[in-house]
T-cell receptor, first 112, second 114 residues
Framework: DQQVKQNSPSLSVQEGRISILNCDYTNSMFDYFLWYKKYPAEGPTFLISISSIKDKNEDGRFTVFLNKSAKHLSLHIVPSQPGDSAVYFCAAGLQGAQKLVFGQGTRLTINP | DTEVTQTPKHLVMGMTNKKSLKCEQHMGHRAMYWYKQKAKKPPELMFV???????INESVPSRFSPECPNSSLLNLHLHALQPEDSALYLC?????????????FGPGTRLTVL
């Protein structure tokens, strides 16, 4: 049973435009959500997180939106830059569970 | 400093070899993790250490043996591995296990089992 899903394996966006990456989850008890960015042959890099008590968190070009009723979160990158090309993982956590549940990842390609 | 370091970067070993992977962090984090990641898949949790004690073992085969000698170091001892164990092994740390929103990953060790 996959509790966190990223249904788009890949996404291609023009440089300067907005990139929107989506993530759905099934467990309404998740307390917080994170986005990681991963380059080939490197470990995931923490990007941004959001607590379940918020519906938006912004950090520079990155904004995460949480829709609890739809059990959906999205990561917006604007404007998109070539260096944003990477695999993006969303992850969800539960207080006391001591572990994150990861989605399958979305490969984002920014075209010049 | 939000760095988690891992050595070696690459490791090739035979099925009869014994080797160890090393992970280090100096952020004062008291929770450390081992993950395994296969190509095009998300990281899979293997072990969690909390205050140097093993907290979670995700039913990992005994040919993988973790060790946490102190709060900054985490080892993964490998013995009699199979070719299907070839993967990227990631170490991560967080302030405490309850603060997974502070989890940082190392660059990983790319393991190839022949």
């Amino acid at each position: 049973d996959q509790q966190v899903k990223q249904n788009s394996p890949s996404l291609s966006v023009q440089e300067g435009r907005i990139s929107i990456l989506n993530c759905d989850y099934t467990n309404s008890m998740f307390d917080y959500f994170l986005w990681y960015k991963k380059y080939p042959a490197e470990g995931p890099t923490f990007l941004i997180s959001i607590s379940s008590i918020k519906d938006k968190n912004e950090d520079g070009r990155f904004t995460v939106f949480l829709n609890k009723s739809a059990k959906h979160l999205s990561l917006h990158i604007v404007p998109s830059q070539p260096g944003d090309s990477a695999v993006y993982f969303c992850a969800a956590g539960l207080q006391g569970a001591q572990k994150l549940v990861f989605g399958q990842g979305t490969r984002l390609t920014i075209n010049p | 400093d939000t760095e988690v370091t891992q050595t070696p970067k690459h490791l090739v070993m035979g099925m009869t070899n014994k080797k160890s992977l090393k992970c280090e962090q100096h952020m004062g984090h008291r929770a450390m993790y081992w993950y395994k990641q296969k190509a095009k898949k998300p990281p899979e949790l293997m072990f969690v250490y909390s205050y140097e004690k093993l907290s979670i073992n995700e039913s990992v085969p005994s040919r993988f043996s973790p060790e946490c000698p102190n709060s900054s170091l985490l080892n993964l001892h490998l013995h009699a591995l199979q070719p299907e164990d070839s993967a990227l092994y990631l170490c991560a740390s967080s302030q405490v296990v309850q603060r997974l929103d502070t989890q940082y990953f190392g660059p990983g060790t790319r393991l190839t089992v022949l």
